[in-house]
C-alpha cells in the first residue's frame, strides 16, 4: 500500500484535516527559512492533539544533532526526516530516518548507495529551496532508486497528477505540500481531500508494471 505523507503542517485544523482524509503522516518542518516553518512549541500542542497510529515526521535541513534530538523528543515526533546535506553518520541518530535527495538526473542518484534509512525520499532539485518548488522532476530516476530500498515521491505532486505518479513510479509513499495550499503554510481543504482520496483509490488498484 502507498503511503500518503502531507508536509508542511503549521496548525492543528490543517493536521486534523487531513487525518480526517485519510493521511498516514504529516510533517512538521523545522527550518527556520522555510515558509511552512512551525515553532516546536506548536508542533507539540499539535501532535498531542492527533488521534492515535498516526506517523509525524520532523523535517531538518543541515540542523546540529543535539538540536535535532531535543526537538524530536520535545514534540513527540516520530520519524526524522534530514534534507540538507547530512552525513550518513547523521542519519544513525534516530532509529527511523527518511532522507531526503533533490534530483536532476540518474547520477544524482549514486549517494543513496552510502546511506541506510528506513526511506529515501526523492524532490525536484532547486538552487534556491530545499524543498516545496512544485516542481516535478523525471519520474524514471525514482523507479531507478528503488533499488536502493523505500523511496517516497515528493515534487510537484498535486490531485491532477498522483494517479499518474503512483501507477509511473509504485514508491513506498507520496509526499505533498505545497500543491495542495490556499496560501503558504496553509492547506486548501478541498485540495487535501481530492489528493488523498486519488490516492488512495489508485493504491487499492495498482497493479501496473513498468517496462524494464
Same mark, same amino acid.
Given at each position: 500500500? #502507498?503511503?500518503?505523507?502531507?508536509?508542511?503542517?503549521?496548525?492543528?485544523?490543517?493536521?486534523?484535516?487531513?487525518?480526517?482524509?485519510?493521511?498516514?503522516?504529516?510533517?512538521?518542518?523545522?527550518?527556520?527559512?522555510? @515558509?511552512?516553518?512551525?515553532?516546536?512549541?506548536?508542533?507539540?500542542?499539535?501532535?498531542?492533539?492527533?488521534?492515535?497510529?498516526?506517523?509525524?515526521?520532523?523535517?531538518?535541513?543541515?540542523?546540529?544533532?543535539? +538540536?535535532?534530538?531535543?526537538?524530536?523528543?520535545?514534540? $513527540?515526533?516520530?520519524?526524522?526526516?534530514?534534507?540538507? +546535506?547530512?552525513?550518513?553518520? #547523521?542519519?544513525?541518530? /534516530?532509529?527511523?530516518?527518511?532522507?531526503?535527495?533533490? #534530483?536532476?538526473?540518474?547520477?544524482?542518484?549514486?549517494?543513496?548507495?552510502?546511506?541506510?534509512?528506513?526511506?529515501?525520499?526523492?524532490?525536484?532539485?532547486?538552487?534556491?529551496?530545499?524543498?516545496?518548488? $512544485?516542481?516535478?522532476?523525471? /519520474?524514471?530516476?525514482?523507479?531507478?532508486?528503488? &533499488?536502493?530500498?523505500?523511496?517516497?515521491?515528493?515534487?510537484?505532486?498535486?490531485?491532477?497528477?498522483?494517479?499518474?505518479?503512483?501507477? /509511473?513510479?509504485? @514508491?513506498?509513499?507520496?509526499?505533498?505540500?505545497?500543491?495542495?495550499?490556499?496560501?503558504? $503554510? &496553509?492547506?486548501?481543504?478541498?485540495?487535501?481531500?481530492?489528493?488523498?482520496?486519488?490516492?488512495?483509490?489508485?493504491?487499492?488498484?495498482?497493479?501496473?508494471?513498468?517496462?524494464?
Amino acid at each position: 500500500m #502507498v503511503k500518503v505523507k502531507i508536509c508542511g503542517i503549521t496548525t492543528p485544523e490543517d493536521a486534523l484535516a487531513a487525518v480526517e482524509y485519510g493521511a498516514d503522516a504529516l510533517g512538521f518542518i523545522f527550518f527556520k527559512e522555510s @515558509p511552512r516553518y512551525v515553532d516546536p512549541e506548536k508542533a507539540k500542542q499539535i501532535v498531542s492533539a492527533l488521534p492515535p497510529f498516526i506517523t509525524t515526521v520532523g523535517v531538518f535541513v543541515n540542523e546540529d544533532p543535539a +538540536e535535532m534530538k531535543r526537538i524530536m523528543e520535545m514534540t $513527540g515526533i516520530n520519524i526524522l526526516q534530514l534534507h540538507g +546535506e547530512e552525513s550518513p553518520d #547523521v542519519c544513525e541518530m /534516530w532509529p527511523k530516518v527518511i532522507k531526503a535527495f533533490r #534530483v536532476r538526473n540518474f547520477t544524482d542518484l549514486e549517494p543513496l548507495r552510502k546511506f541506510r534509512v528506513a526511506a529515501y525520499l526523492l524532490d525536484t532539485y532547486s538552487p534556491e529551496s530545499y524543498g516545496g518548488t $512544485g516542481q516535478i522532476f523525471n /519520474w524514471d530516476i525514482a523507479v531507478e532508486a528503488k &533499488r536502493y530500498g523505500n523511496v517516497i515521491l515528493s515534487g510537484g505532486l498535486c490531485s491532477e497528477n498522483i494517479q499518474k505518479a503512483i501507477a /509511473w513510479v509504485n @514508491p513506498y509513499g507520496v509526499d505533498a505540500s505545497s500543491g495542495l495550499e490556499k496560501s503558504r $503554510g &496553509r492547506k486548501d481543504y478541498e485540495k487535501l481531500k481530492t489528493f488523498i482520496a486519488k490516492a488512495k483509490a489508485c493504491v487499492s488498484q495498482n497493479t501496473h508494471v513498468l517496462p524494464s
